[in-house]
């Protein structure tokens, strides 16, 4: 994998007032961060002097927002490629980095992604400082023509009452969301959070015709689902396809066909001291019958032993762990995933990962590893890292998971859906939007005993899933938590 190296409750009351943003103008590409003063240097224990790789300080957000504020488009972006990559290096102790991507190179990447895929897509940071929210889109450039920063670079603030106002909106809005019984009170929230993160950026993303957004979010933004934010009329993934990446310079973007990937299918249903997983057997069982080469294991199958023999033995590019896991707000490692046998931390996880050689730049990367029943705190920077680092930390191209527990019924929906979309057009971001849509839509419904799918297919259902009564699988409660990180091909 390619790594670079790193140098308030908002008063509601019965009318709410509309943020004010402008267009900050196209400076030249001529000021470049000073990000010494910034990002601490991590030293030698033993003689003192700086060196290479991640540090253990901490960040001065306050001489970074000064800093960012007033650099140039181009330095801008390098400055905040250097904070993401410092931010993510630093806690996910990464071992091997190299220099942020420029301007220049994020377009030219962008151009190339354009014409491989045929989709078109716009790299988005979004950052909250003291009294304003930047909005930095970086933009392919038309094909043929030469690069153009001045026109590749579009750069926004949008006025705030200080960093804390975004993240309780956040909060309250996560507190809505997830709960399937509000309908649709969360609305409000997703729209007063769409009117401060994206609709500024609107009339510019329509004007270049853009397919795809990649998110770059800074800190107390990174478990916001972009997904659902609301301009009054339609939910942004109505409009466009969402990712979310750490930076553009921690993404391994190397395209390989999943059509020619083998899968490796784990999980368990039952569990001691969680609750069961009743539709795992069927989740399993569905996506291994859909054509790629497979290996499954479950409930006593699925130990860390087995699944550390399996990827020594084969190369997969699909992996799928059927099972609870979260990333929590205390401690790092106290993040898990649970096998049957036992938990294991993201930090043993990580451990296993490098041992089976997964983080080496010479050997075929994980296209897609999926998390399928995990859960996400908020409002804790270590949970935030973790997550929206998975993919970087284990090595993999991009990684699904949820960022809230999901029903068992919804969870099947959803992934049997992505599977089946999935193995008739292999993008991965594609895929998921549109079983998304699918879900909002209407078009995987429950019919008593049974699961129906946007192509007629029919899932029996177990009476332990009939039971768990009556479900609105068109509630963002349901498909809006599913987030994918990382590669967007």
């Known amino acids: 994998m390619r790594q670079f190296s790193p140098l308030i409750t ?49 960040v001065d957000r306050a001489a970074y927002g000064a800093q960012l504020q007033q650099s140039s488009n181009g330095g801008a972006i390098a400055l905040m490629e250097e904070y993401q990559a410092f931010e993510f ?48 889109a970086v933009f392919p450039g038309e094909r043929g023509d030469p690069i153009d920063l001045e026109t590749a670079i579009v750069r926004l603030t949008v006025a705030t009452q200080s960093p804390r106002e975004i993240e309780d909106l956040v909060r309250q809005f996560r507190r809505g969301v997830t709960n399937p019984r509000q309908s649709q009170a969360f609305l409000r929230t997703a729209q007063q959070l769409s009117a401060f993160l994206i609709e500024p950026l609107m009339p510019e993303l ?5 397919d795809h957004l990649l998110f770059s979010l800074d800190e107390g933004l990174r478990l916001l689902p972009m997904g659902v934010l609301h301009d009054g009329e339609q939910f942004l993934i109505e409009q466009y396809g969402v990712s979310l990446i750490p930076s553009f310079g921690l993404v ?30 069927l989740e399993l069982a569905f996506i291994s019958r859909l054509g790629w080469p497979s290996q499954v294991w479950q409930n006593e199958g699925f130990t860390v032993e ?23 707000s205390t401690a790092e490692g106290e993040s898990y995933l649970q096998f049957s046998d036992r938990p294991l931390t993201l930090p043993e996880l990580r451990e296993i990962v490098r041992a089976l050689g997964w983080t080496e730049q010479d050997r075929p990367s994980v296209e897609l590893l999926i998390l399928s ?22 090595g993999v191209k991009a990684a699904l998971a949820s960022l809230w527990a999901v029903s068992d019924v919804g969870t099947l929906a959803l992934m049997s ?5 999935l193995n008739e057009n292999p993008n991965k971001p594609q895929a998921l939007r549109q079983a998304q849509l699918n879900l909002l839509r209407g078009e995987v ?36 938590g599913f987030q994918l990180v990382g590669d967007w091909h």
């Not at 630093?90 to 991507?101: A, D």
């Not at 087995?306 to 929590?328: K, R």
């Open 445 to 480: 419904r429950l019919g008593g005993d049974h699961l129906v799918l946007s192509n007629g297919e029919i899932i029996p259902l177990t009476e332990a899933l009939q039971a768990q009564g009556d479900l609105d699988l068109r509630h963002p409660s349901i498909w809006a």
């Open 306 to 328: 087995n699944f550390t023999a399996a990827n020594q033995e084969q190369t997969f590019g699909i992996i799928h762990l059927a099972t609870h896991a979260a990333f929590v």
């Open 252 to 281: 391994d973007i190397g395209y390989n066909n999943l059509r020619n990937a083998n899968l490796l299918a784990m999980g368990a249903s039952k569990f001691e001291t969680q609750p069961n997983l009743e539709a795992v057997p």
């Open 206 to 210: 329509a004007a270049r015709d853009i």
């Open 89 to 136: 290096c630093n806690f996910l102790e990464l071992e091997r980095c190299g220099p942020v991507p420029t301007a220049t190179e994020i377009v030219e990447t962008l151009g190339q992604s354009w014409q491989m895929t045929g989709q078109k897509s716009a790299f988005i940071y979004i950052v909250n400082l003291p009294t304003e929210i930047q909005i930095v």
């Open 417 to 421: 859906e992505y599977y089946q979309l």
């Open 10 to 58: 908002l008063l509601v009351l019965l009318l709410w007032v509309k943020p004010h943003w402008g267009q900050s103008g196209n400076q030249s590409d001529i000021t470049a961060p000073n990000p010494v003063n910034i990002m601490p240097p991590q030293r030698d224990a033993a003689t003192g002097a700086d060196i290479a790789g991640p540090a253990a300080g901490g």
């Open 373 to 394: 029943a995990c859960q996400t705190a908020v409002g804790d920077r270590q949970s935030e890292l973790g997550f929206a680092g998975l993919a970087v930390q284990l």
